[in-house]
Every structure is written in C-alpha cells, then in structure tokens.
C-alpha cells in the first residue's frame, strides 16, 4: 500500500496510552494497521512508567513504519490531576516520532472530533461509530483511548489532505509527507 | 570520588534546560562536577525541540554517570503558556534516567530553595548566592536555570540523606543509592 499515508495515532496518557495506526489513500478511504493501548501500573515511579511508554509506542514504530505521527495536544486547564502525566507522555511520543526521523502533528479533541464526525463537541460514542465506520470494523474500537488514537490518525491524514500548500513558504514535514504521497498515488 | 553521591539535576523546559551535576558527601559538603544548559530553537518544530533536549541531556548522562537524577516537579497552575513545554522536557528527563538504569526524582520549587536558603520563598539570587557558596564557586553560576539545576541536586541529596529510613518498608530507589554510597564511605 505504497499510496497510502500511514499515520499512527497516539492519545498520550500514562496508565493507558492509546495507539493507532492507519492507511489514508487520497480519496479519504482508509484502513485499519494496528490499534491497541499501552498501559503503565500506577504503582510504579514516574521514570519507569514513561519508560513503558515509550517502549510501548517504540514496537508500534518499529512493527508498522509509519509516515507520520500525530499527538493529541494537552491543555494546562484539563483535569488538574492527570494532566502533567499526559503532558510528560506527549513529550515522549513526540521525541520518539523526532528520533525516528518522523514529522509529527498534534491535534485538539476538538478538532479530532469535528474531523471524524463534523461536529466539534461529539461524544465518545459518536467518534468510535464513525472510526468504526470509516475502518468497516465490526465491532467499535475500545477502549476508548485506543479509538481516539485512531481517529487522532484519521483527523491528521485528512486535514492534511485537504490543507492549502501554503503560497511562496516552505511545507511543513507533515504537508511534505502528503505531497509524498499524493506522488505515490499519481504514479 | 567513589564515597560521594553524585546527582544530576535537571531544570527543565524547551527554551533552556539546565543541567547541574555535583558531587556529595555524606558530611553534605559537595563539590561542582558540570554545569550547563540545554537550549532549543523556539522556531524548530516541537519533536525536534524535545529531541534536541534528550540529546543535551544524554551527553551528560554518558559524560558524568550519575547516581540519580532529580526533576524540578511542573505544576499545571504555572505559566500557561510555558507549562506544557516545561512538562514535556520533564517528561524525557525522567525517561532518560529510567532509559540509563537511574532512579528519578522531583522536587518543588519550594522544596529546593528550602533545602538550599533554609526558606522556600527565597529569590532567583538568594539561591545562586548559596549554590555558589556550597560549592566554592568564584562568580555566581549562570544563567538562572544553570543554578536551579545545581540547586535541585543539592536538594535532592540532602533530603535524601536526611531522610528515615521508612520503618518496615522497602527504600525507594533514590533511599537505596543513598544507602549503597553511605556504605561506600564507611569502607
């Protein structure tokens, strides 16, 4: 599936980290590669979750090559209690996007949601429907962290794919992965 | 300097990350063993920002092979706009030393200028005055986040080092390698 954007998704967090990665041909159909979530135990210190982590979303790196990686972006105001642990799991998710020499995107919930769905404030039902509709999967993705991952793939390869290339400036990695691409396609 | 401890402290963030290692002895007299600062290009996508700080941290990891590394601890409530990025660094941090087999640990800003001034509400040149002091320095170590490094490894040893042992109770990691360099002066 050389035409495809192969994107991986990941809703950073530190007990469940969602990962999800998918084909975008040009035409917006996609399919599924691989979702699932990795987990880190609560019990354990900070530094050896993030470890977990990170090594979780190396095997996806290494086991799918993705194009792309694209993080869902954390906001300082989201619940108070999490969120330096969501914060300090992007940062990993970013880094190891940047250590495998991949471009890498993020994305607000808002976003995400207006993307998969056209409606900014969906539920999480809503999203893992349409994510479920999208890939044909039989059943909906779960947990939900493992759909949000997935539509997180799916918002970056179509906001992309429809973005203007920016007129007189340079492309961003991401919009230079889809100019790569839409090549493939035309070949 | 096999009877010390030594501790890499880490003020992070995505701008200037600075790094302090020092050296402590059981008598809490500590001497100075590096100190720098980690910089990235504001203008640079964020994954290479986050990549550029690992890199600048791991080369003191490999260059001064600590003990233990000790994190400033983010808050959310601190300035928004800098937060997420300050939260992110702290992220690699903490993965860098569990990646190098090293316990981690955080401390408030609080906490160090306590252990530091003997007063948690001490200015920017309270604690360089005294990190200066301690370790014998000619000029005040420079910039602000070069001293909070150094600061912060201060801190972390001799808290540690003053900490009970935890009645009945497994030592954390940081506790263990305490208690591995106490034994080391005792020989």
Chains 1, 2 share one sequence.
Not at 63 to 73: K, Q
Not at 90 to 97: C, D, V
Not at 158 to 167: F, H, K, L, M, V
């Amino acid at each position: 599936m050389a035409s495809a954007l192969r994107v991986l998704g990941i809703d950073p967090g530190l007990t469940r980290c969602g990962v999800g990665v998918v084909d975008v041909r040009r035409d917006r159909s996609a399919s599924l590669v691989h979702v699932g979530v990795v987990r880190s135990a609560p019990d354990e210190p900070i530094e050896r979750r993030l470890a977990t982590i990170a090594a979780g979303i190396r095997v996806v790196l290494g086991a799918h090559s993705p194009d792309v990686v694209a993080v869902e972006r954390v906001f300082a105001q989201h619940n108070r209690n999490t969120v330096m642990g969501t914060a300090q799991a992007s940062g990993i998710a970013l880094l190891l996007a940047a250590e495998h020499g991949l471009p890498a995107a993020t994305h607000t919930p808002s976003e995400v949601k207006a993307a998969i769905t056209g409606y900014g404030s969906a539920d999480k039902l809503q999203v893992q429907t349409m994510v479920a509709r999208v890939l044909r999967l039989d059943t909906l993705p779960q947990p939900a962290d493992a759909a949000d991952a997935l539509a997180l793939a799916l918002c970056h390869a179509w906001r992309r794919g429809s973005a203007a290339t920016p007129t007189g400036g340079a492309l961003t990695p991401a919009q230079r992965a889809w100019a790569d691409a839409e090549r493939l396609t035309r070949r």
